[in-house]
C-alpha cells in the first residue's frame, strides 16, 4: 500500500489542491489504517483484500482511544482513499462506502464573553515590538475570526489599512477578502510603524529572528496573555475564532455573512453557533418574560 499511499497524497496536492495541514491529517490517518491492515494481514496485504468488515473492525478499535469526530475524519480519509483507487482502476469498488459515519456529539463552541475577550486583547501594554505585535495578533483574530494558518499566512501586501480589509487563503487554497475592525487596524499600524513598515511581500507576523510565525508560535502567544488575564479557562486561538462568530451572531448578524466570513464552504459548519445564540435567548426569556418566573 505505500505506492498507492504516496500516489493519493501527491494527487490531493496538486490536483486537489488541499492544505498542507490537511495533506498531513489525510496522510497520517491512512498510515495509521496501514499498520493496522499489516497487524491484520501481514506485510504483503493488498488494497484489493481490503474489505468493508476490515474497516469497521479498525474503527472499532478506534472507538477505545478517540472521539466520534475523530473516528469520522479517519472515515473520511479512507473513503478519498479507496475513492482515488477506483478512479485508477485499482479496485473495483469503494468498501468504504459500505460503512455509516459514527453519528458526532453535538458539542456547542466555547467562547469568551464581551468582558473576557476584552481583558485579552488588551493583556498586552508594553510599547516594545513584540508587545505590540502580539496585540495585533490579538486583535485580527478577534476581528477577523481567520484561522490560525490564515494568520500566519498574511503577508504585509495582504492587508488594507486604509480601506479595512485583509486578504487571506484560506482552506483549500481559497481566497476571501474580511474587514478589519478599528482596534485591529490601530494596533496593526503600530506594529507596523515599529518595524519600520516593512516590504509588502515580507510577512505579517514575524518572530524575533524576523522569521515567520507558526501555529505554534501563536499558541504560545495566547497561552501567555490568558495567564496574565488570570483565566481558568482553557483558551486556544480557535477560541477567539469562536468568539468572533458567536459574538456576531448575537450582535444580529445573518448566519450567510458569517459563513462567508468564516470561509466555511457549507452552511451547516456555520449552524453549530446557533446553539450558542439559543443559549442565549433562553437565558433572556427566563429573565424577561412574566411566565418563566418561578
Known amino acids: 500500500m505505500n505506492d498507492q499511499i504516496a500516489h493519493f497524497t501527491r494527487y490531493l496536492g496538486t490536483e486537489r489542491n488541499v492544505s498542507p495541514h490537511t495533506l498531513e491529517a489525510y496522510r497520517r490517518d491512512i498510515e495509521q489504517f496501514h499498520a493496522f491492515v499489516r497487524g491484520e494481514r501481514g506485510d504483503d496485504a493488498a488494497v484489493a483484500d481490503i474489505d468493508h468488515i476490515m474497516i469497521r473492525r479498525y474503527l472499532a478499535l478506534l472507538h477505545k482511544e478517540c472521539r466520534k469526530s475523530s473516528i469520522g475524519r479517519k472515515l473520511a480519509a479512507l473513503r478519498a482513499f479507496f475513492a482515488y483507487l477506483v478512479r485508477e482502476g485499482e479496485v473495483a469498488r469503494n468498501p468504504a462506502e459500505l460503512v455509516a459515519t459514527p453519528k458526532r456529539e453535538k458539542k456547542v463552541p466555547f467562547h469568551l464573553s464581551i468582558d ?69 487596524r490601530s494596533a496593526l499600524a503600530e506594529y507596523m510603524a515599529a518595524r519600520n513598515h516593512p516590504a509588502a511581500a515580507d510577512p505579517l507576523f514575524v518572530n524575533a529572528r524576523g522569521g515567520r510565525l507558526t501555529r505554534r508560535s501563536v499558541a504560545r502567544i495566547v497561552d501567555k496573555y490568558v495567564i496574565r488575564i488570570a483565566t481558568m479557562k482553557k483558551v486556544s486561538p480557535h477560541t477567539l475564532r469562536h468568539t468572533f462568530a458567536t459574538h456576531l451572531l448575537e450582535g444580529g448578524a ?27 435567548l433562553m437565558e433572556v426569556y427566563d429573565k424577561a418574560h412574566p411566565k418563566a418566573r418561578k
Open 254 to 280: 445573518d448566519l450567510r455573512a458569517i459563513q462567508e466570513l468564516l470561509g466555511h464552504s457549507s452552511l451547516s459548519t456555520t449552524q453549530k453557533y446557533t446553539h450558542v445564540s439559543i443559549d442565549r
Open 116 to 184: 473576557e475577550v476584552t481583558a485579552l486583547v488588551e493583556a498586552p501594554r508594553e510599547g516594545e515590538l513584540l508587545p505590540l505585535r502580539d496585540r495585533a495578533i490579538l486583535e485580527t483574530l478577534y476581528s477577523c475570526g481567520i484561522r490560525v494558518s490564515e494568520l500566519t499566512g498574511l503577508d504585509v501586501g495582504g492587508i488594507d489599512l486604509d480601506e479595512g480589509l485583509a486578504r487571506v487563503l484560506g482552506k483549500g487554497g481559497k481566497e476571501r477578502i474580511v474587514p478589519l475592525g478599528s482596534k485591529a
